[in-house]
């Protein structure tokens, strides 16, 4: 496919949601809502996600990331961490069992606002002193979890029963301990120093630092409770962790599909675009200052000019100057810069077109361009004679494949072959470029596998619904003459 093939018609902007859960009966719980096709992607470190479809009420689809990260605060953490820079999520959420302490039922849903640690603390000779530990979820979906608690509308997606649950928004305590009495040692430091807290956990906390050390990020801990802390049996597992997960994942993905489009922190405006706009407003300020300088010199210069054509005499005219002959060019190279259809050892080939490497359709999926020829390929296996690849994933962005050298490109002379040349081998890019990093008419210099000379202007960078933006150039290629 060339770059000039218009694209298909757009799709829906997808969403993209990453649902951690730590046992099998979670996943499977959140796995039941998803519809298909359901894929199978694997991270470049090992962890295997599945990912699924489900449709908001604004009629915006979802792209549900779910994995299984096992048991525990840090396992929660890291598989959170390597998922957000996979995927990078507008949301978060984690989705399991729970031990209820005190104000709950079996089979109610606990929204965790907000989480303890628990276990940190100091043990000395007068005592022990606690050291908890305290992480909140985003307020955009604490606020939204209160809404579908208040209408109970989420218990349309479980099965009938007698009595229906209730879901509340309350204080957990997370930690590594397995609770399995009342009268334990650390229920009876829940019962001091976590008093509030309706339910215990073993990830809640890893989870929610981590989705706090990823700005822009909203997450989210929704537990069903599946016991009580006393009678725990394998027997009362085998039947309530199944319902639980199940009311907990009920809950989850009504949450979802009740969460608006536009209104994640990608609409606030960050640090990064402020310093953008401030950088604009400077540079167009001084725009503005040398025009007005340039309009000061041309008013002088015609003010003086008038000035001497008034004073100057009358010219005789008997006197006529002599005509000057042009220069001798015999003998001597002439000083007139190479045409740029032929210069200095290149031709141009391409002149200027426009040239689109569009987005992949899906995570880790690769767009590769062959420079020489002026082609495209979306969703494609690199090949030897793709000097650039797009890719969305790890290490994701615009980079080289076989081309020999790319660098940006000079702000003066980039249109003379040797120049560009030049500024490929003495200014080169380390590594890929992130789309959020490029800029609207930044250039680049690329010296091809084929040793021609390639000039790449970006001219937009278009959302299309996809992972990445479509990133338009303009292509212009000398070939080696």
């Known amino acids: 496919m060339t770059s000039s093939t218009p694209r298909t018609a757009p799709r829906a902007r997808v969403r993209i949601a990453v649902v951690c859960t730590a046992l099998p009966v979670e996943y499977h719980a959140v796995r039941a809502h998803l519809s298909g096709p359901i894929i199978e992607r694997q991270h470049p470190g090992g962890t295997i996600y599945e990912t699924g479809t489900v449709l908001g009420r604004d009629g915006s689809p979802w792209m549900v990331v779910l994995l299984e990260t096992g048991q525990g605060n840090t396992a929660a953490g890291v598989e959170l961490e390597r998922a957000i820079a996979h995927f990078r999520p507008e949301a978060a959420l984690f989705v399991g069992v729970a031990g209820g302490r005190k104000d709950v039922a079996l089979g109610d849903v606990v929204v965790a606002d907000p989480i303890y640690d628990y276990e940190e603390g100091k043990d000395t000779a007068h005592g022990y002193y606690p050291r908890i530990k305290t992480h909140r979820p985003s307020n955009r979906l604490k606020q939204r979890a209160i809404s579908v608690a208040r209408s109970g509308e989420w218990r349309g997606r479980i099965a009938p029963s007698p009595v229906m649950p209730s879901a509340v928004v309350k204080p957990l305590a997370a930690g590594s301990v397995v609770i399995a009495h009342r009268e334990s040692s650390t229920a009876e430091h829940l019962d001091r120093y976590c008093g509030d807290a309706v339910a215990v956990d073993m990830e809640g906390h890893g989870f929610l630092h981590t989705a706090y050390l990823n700005a822009g990020v909203d997450a989210l801990v ?9 009678g725990k049996t394998p027997n009362a597992d085998d039947h309530w962790q199944p319902v639980a997960a199940a009311h907990a994942a009920a809950f989850a ?3 979802l599909t009740c969460l608006p489009a536009g209104t994640s922190h990608e609409s606030v405006e960050t640090p990064r675009g402020s310093r953008k706009k401030h950088a604009v407003a400077l540079l167009l300020g001084a725009v503005l200052l040398a025009t007005v300088a340039v309009l000061v010199i041309v ?11 008034t004073n100057t005499p009358p010219s005789d005219p008997a006197v006529v100057p002599a005509p000057v002959s042009p220069p001798s ?15 200095g050892g290149y031709k141009l080939a391409i002149e200027k077109r426009p040239f689109t490497l569009g987005a992949p359709d899906s995570s880790c999926q690769i767009t ?7 082609t495209v390929k979306v969703n494609t296996d690199l090949k030897d004679k793709d000097d650039l690849r797009y890719w969305n994933c790890s290490p994701e ?9 790319m660098g940006n490109a000079p702000s003066v002379g980039a249109e003379n072959p040797q120049e560009c040349a030049q500024a490929a081998r003495s200014d080169a890019v380390s590594g890929s470029v992130k789309h959020d990093d490029l800029e609207i008419g930044q250039s680049f210099c690329v010296i091809t596998d084929e040793e021609n000379v390639a000039l790449l202007k970006l001219i937009d960078k278009s959302s299309n619904g996809y992972l990445d933006p479509d990133l338009k150039f303009e292509l212009t290629v000398w070939k080696r003459s």
């Open 299 to 309: 008013l002088v210069d015609r003010t003086a000019t008038t000035t001497a054509t």
């Open 397 to 405: 962005g615009l980079g080289m494949n076989n081309a020999e050298y």
């Open 329 to 343: 060019t015999s003998g001597s190279s002439s000083t007139a810069p190479p045409s740029s259809s032929s210069a």
């Open 368 to 374: 590769a361009a062959d420079l020489d020829a002026g």
């Open 222 to 230: 929704i537990r069903g409770i599946s016991d009580l802390l006393t």
């Open 253 to 255: 993905i009504e949450l």
